[in-house]
């Protein structure tokens, strides 16, 4: 399975941006569908953003024209953009991808609060 790394998260004021990013090895020769989650404490695990092989994007509807998800090929990584951030985005978010055997597979995340 692809080993997937998060950094990028922090504690931010209200109105603040943050960019995560998820390094993934090999995600792109192995096609695989890459995600962000995000988990607040004591709520279920909801999907935030995802980006196909082609390059196609969606988002959840709450973060939709805030949040930009995309990927660098050349440095195997994948981006979340996160612009004007509100309380309600306070979470662990997490990297997915999807597809194959060695696509399947979920990092550990990084903590974003707002306050």
């Known amino acids: 399975h692809v080993q997937l790394v998060e950094s990028g998260g922090g504690s931010v004021q209200a109105g603040e941006s943050l960019r995560l990013s998820c390094t993934a090895p090999?995600?792109?020769?192995?096609?695989?569908?890459m995600n962000w989650f995000r988990q607040a404490a004591g709520k279920q695990r909801e999907w935030v953003a995802g980006?196909?092989?082609?390059?196609?994007?969606g988002y959840l509807d709450a973060v939709k024209g805030r949040f930009t998800i995309s990927k660098d090929k050349a440095k195997d990584t994948v981006y979340l953009q996160m612009n004007n951030l509100k309380p309600e985005d306070t979470a662990n978010y997490i990297c997915n991808a999807r597809g194959d055997w060695y696509c399947n597979n979920w990092g550990q995340g990084t903590q974003v609060t707002v306050s």
């Open positions: 980006i196909g092989v082609d390059g196609s994007t």
């Open positions: 090999g995600f792109t020769s192995h096609n695989c569908g």
